[in-house]
């Protein structure tokens, strides 16, 4: 039993990382010239930005989750 929530934990960091990692790539694609020149026009970030975002939310609060859980 202890094996399983070590590996947990593990998953749970591995997650938390992996969505700190996906939001700094939607704030990194936000930046770039076409992403601002088409939340300019639209007055929206893309659809990549924001799929990014959420997939980073997503995961970080899934690995949060896991990592705490007992």
Known sequence: ???????MKIIGIALAVIGVGLAFWGYQT???LG???T?????SPTDKVMT??????ACFV???FLFMKK
């Open 1 to 7: 039993m202890a094996k399983s929530t070590s590996n």
């Open 30 to 32: 936000a930046g770039g």
């Open 35 to 37: 992403s601002q020149i």
């Open 39 to 43: 939340e300019t026009v639209t007055g």
């Open 52 to 57: 990014l975002y959420i997939a980073g939310a």
């Open 62 to 64: 899934v690995g949060v």
